[in-house]
């Protein structure tokens, strides 16, 4: 069965950080793209970044750059979202998805969804 599963969400406190996980079994994530795509309530779903199957290179959303940061183990068939002085704004439901093509951070791109993880910044 082909699956993503994120996890590493939780409750930080603004300024804190945190660490997603984005696994997959059933395929082999080093030949995909993949993004990471946030949602809070009552918000469209939008894009925070991407990283590339060809060299590896990132792209990010103006809103999380130089906070965020994507990067690979692909021993571990996992792609992982750094996200450092985190802020309330940050609050979100946050998904990765993986696509064979170029997507950048257009959610339509994707082939593969996660249930996505909730990350909550609060006081």
């Known amino acids: 069965q082909v699956q993503l599963v994120e996890s590493g969400g939780g409750l930080v406190q603004p300024g804190g950080s945190l660490r997603l996980s984005c696994a997959a079994s059933?395929?082999?994530?080093?030949?995909?793209?993949v993004g990471w795509f946030r949602q809070a309530p009552g918000k469209e779903r939008e894009g925070v970044s991407c990283?590339?199957?060809?060299?590896?290179?990132?792209y990010y959303a103006d809103s999380v750059k130089g906070r965020f940061t994507m990067s690979r183990d692909n021993a571990k068939n996992t792609v992982y979202l750094q996200m450092n002085s985190l802020k309330p704004e940050d609050t979100a439901v946050y998904y990765c998805?993986?696509?064979?093509?170029?997507?950048?951070?257009?959610?339509?791109?994707?082939?593969?969804w996660g249930q996505g993880t909730q990350v909550t910044v609060s006081s």
């Open positions: 990283i590339f199957n060809t060299d590896g290179s990132t």
């Open positions: 059933g395929f082999t994530l080093a030949y995909y793209a």
């Open positions: 998805a993986a696509t064979r093509g170029l997507a950048l951070l257009l959610e339509s791109g994707y082939d593969y």
